[in-house]
């Protein structure tokens, strides 16, 4: 046999082996997607043997090119490969897919699984991210390459589904990537026509080719030729359009190979069957019907060639010391970035103001903090959903990112808010700290995004603005009332409402010192008293709730609210001073308090004090826990209504004598 047929021959093998492993997985698992990893087989060989630079010895080093499988219902085509490639998997880890705490659940997990560049699953989201990761790759090489030194040099691919180009966030993204000209992003559309219900002609009949051709892409279609050399032709072509990303679409059959499988509904999610499995192990000439069973020679094959692949690191290792010795502080900056560590006293300076009746709304305040924030930490980029001038969330001095010009610190998403929580999720996973901005009401629109960031535990920064009632004449559609118990109840992911300028500068801190969790900032619209600096300790946010007001001995009740509900808490307080003793809690951050030991909890929220009053323009449901079985909550029940501020806090009954009135009735209540 000669070397090239050897080649071939193991090259075919190993094709099949990734088939053969995932079917077997699935039928182990008895679940999961055996037809999708099965079809893809070249796809994931061709991109890790002859396509990418990685190194599975390292697979966290700067500029290796990622991967990003957004049709992560086909997990078990990276948990192939990733085995036959070397990363820290072993074959048990395949035989324990989908099974509790095994590096191999059903969708890839950030974090979780090594050679997982983010967590994918949710349709659309990976190849979201990953226009925000191709994004980070050319504003990282134009603020760290020098003449010589081109230190940032890397390709984002992404393999996707019918399933992604049909949902919303995927246009979303996709028109920001063409707009900015990532012609780094490399995505392969896996179009075998397949999903749950059956042939996709039921719900989807447009051009999708042409639908990325009209957002700036270059497309390239292989029709029903997706072999390993062919799609290895057609990613080396689109790496050379540097101006475009690259759509490369390919015509796949779904279970390939199965006699009574291929191109059915069934074989999307369901396992093929012991019985279909030894058919199709025969139509692939199978050696044998043992389950995971690896053919000589095939490890070997395929670790050789990621073997050359590899020494790209290397290379870049050799040219990183030389830049390093001649650019030290940016090449500290750059190694700082995806560890997200902060310089060591970056935040002792925090801003703070002095008490003042009048104020100014929580947004501006935030304006003027994320200019200190930025001013310290050069990686903090942003934008807003085209809101710039009311979230207040331009870095002043800054450019705007173009596909001219990636240095730039503020970006455009466009009105696109499920696209920008992605693209923000994508920005921060590479080393930036990202946020993106909206008013409060469209989180519904960017909730998946913010949801994968927790799960990841990515410390994304997603800003809210206009965050009640209180935003005033738009009404209804544009008052959030349910919003916070929503982003509330999500795991992982810290709130904060900051009362006053004060708060606003700790929350900014807090949220810039995160490494592990994504924070949500929420901001007023409209004007509150900037409260008394040294009544607002430095740790309010990490600490979640603190005493703001007290009243001399035991406190006999106690009002609490967050944002711009705490001033109002205050006047009521005073209004009650000549008969009760009454203490004055602000809590920016329910997640943060909650993660505190008992007995602080208990020193803020003395148990023996029953008559509490918890006052938020937003829905009741976060306030049960803490009120307790006698207090009160002044809050929203209803939709808002379009009229000015005042007279909706009036309508509403956001008063001071309101509250009052609901604190008589809680201390009645427990002295009852």
Not at 77 to 102: A, I
Not at 181 to 199: K, T, W
Not at 333 to 338: I, Q
Not at 658 to 670: C, F, I, L, N, T
């Amino acid at each position: 046999m000669s070397v090239a047929t050897e080649q071939s021959s193991l090259e075919k093998l190993s094709v099949d082996t990734i088939r053969t492993l995932s079917m077997d997985a699935v039928q182990k698992a008895n679940s999961g997607h055996p037809g999708t990893p099965m079809s893809l087989a070249p796809v994931a060989y061709a991109l890790f043997t002859r396509v990418m630079k990685h190194d599975p010895s390292d697979s966290q080093w700067i500029d290796r090119d990622r991967f990003v499988l957004s049709a992560g219902h086909a997990s078990m085509l990276l948990y192939s490969t990733l085995f036959l490639t070397g990363y820290d998997m072993s074959l048990d880890d395949l035989k324990q897919f989908r099974q509790l705490e095994s590096k191999t659940p059903g969708h890839p997990e950030y974090h979780h699984t090594e050679g997982v560049e983010v967590t994918t699953g949710p349709l659309g989201q990976g190849i979201s991210m990953a226009v925000g990761m191709a994004l980070a790759e050319r504003m990282l090489a134009a603020r760290y390459n020098r003449d010589g030194h081109d230190v940032i040099d890397h390709f984002t691919y992404v393999i996707a589904s019918d399933g992604d180009m049909q949902e919303g966030v995927q246009f979303e993204a996709a028109s920001v990537a063409g707009h900015l000209g990532l012609g780094r992003l490399v995505v392969f559309y896996d179009d075998n026509h397949i999903s749950i219900e059956g042939d996709t002609a039921n719900a989807m009949s447009e051009d999708v080719g042409k639908r990325y051709e009209a957002m700036g892409w270059d497309v390239t279609h292989l029709g029903e030729d997706v072999t390993v050399d062919s799609v290895t032709s057609a990613f080396e072509a689109a790496k050379q359009v540097t101006d475009k990303p690259s759509l490369v679409i390919g015509r796949t059959h779904i279970a390939v190979g199965a006699p009574n499988a291929q191109d059915t509904g069934e074989a999307h999610g369901s396992p093929l069957g012991e019985e279909e499995i030894r058919l199709t192990k025969e139509v692939y000439g199978w050696p044998s019907q043992e389950p995971f069973f690896l053919p000589d020679g095939v490890v070997d094959h395929v670790r050789e060639l990621v073997a050359e692949r590899a020494k790209a690191r290397q290379s870049w290792e050799d040219a990183f010391a030389a830049y390093k010795e001649a650019f030290p502080e940016a090449a500290a900056e750059l190694e700082r970035g995806p560890t997200h560590d902060n310089p060591e006293g970056w935040d002792a300076d925090v801003p703070r103001k002095p008490a003042d009746a009048k104020g100014m709304a929580t947004r501006k305040a935030s304006n003027e903090v994320l200019q200190w924030v930025a001013s310290k930490l050069p990686e903090v980029v942003g934008g807003s959903a085209d809101l710039a001038p009311s979230t207040l969330t331009l870095i002043d001095g800054a450019d705007s990112v173009t596909r001219d010009d990636y240095a730039g610190r503020n970006l455009h998403f466009g009105i696109r808010e499920h696209g920008m929580g992605a693209i923000v999720n994508g920005l921060t996973v590479s080393g930036l700290r990202a946020f993106g901005a909206t008013f409060m009401n469209f989180a519904d629109y960017m909730k998946g995004a913010i949801r994968i960031g927790a799960i990841m535990g990515t410390p994304s920064i997603y800003v809210f603005t206009h965050d009640s009632i209180g935003l005033g004449e738009d009404g209804p559609t544009h008052q959030p009332i349910e919003h916070l118990v929503h982003l509330r109840a999500t795991p992982g992911l810290n709130v904060v409402r900051p009362a006053d300028f004060n708060e606003t500068a700790l929350a900014w801190r807090f949220a810039a010192n995160s490494k592990r969790e994504p924070t949500a900032l929420v901001f007023s619209r409209q004007g509150v008293p900037t409260l008394d600096p040294d009544a607002v300790p430095l740790d309010a946010v990490e600490r979640g709730a603190y005493v703001l007001r007290d009243a001399d001995g035991e406190p006999e009740l106690i009002l609490m609210g967050t944002g711009t509900e705490v001033s109002l808490c205050v006047e009521a307080a005073e209004a009650l001073a000549g008969e009760f003793k009454v203490r004055v809690v602000s809590m920016p951050c329910m997640e943060r308090f909650e993660a505190q030991d008992q007995a602080y909890r208990d020193q803020v929220l003395p148990p023996g004090v029953r008559a509490r009053v918890a006052v938020e323009a937003a829905s009741p449901y976060s306030w049960y826990r803490w009120v307790g079985d006698a207090g009160g909550i002044v809050g929203m029940t209803t939709y808002g209504a379009s009229a000015p501020y005042k007279d909706l806090y009036q309508h509403f009954g956001f008063t001071p004598e309101r509250v009052a009135e609901e604190a008589r009735a809680a201390v009645g209540r427990v002295r009852s």
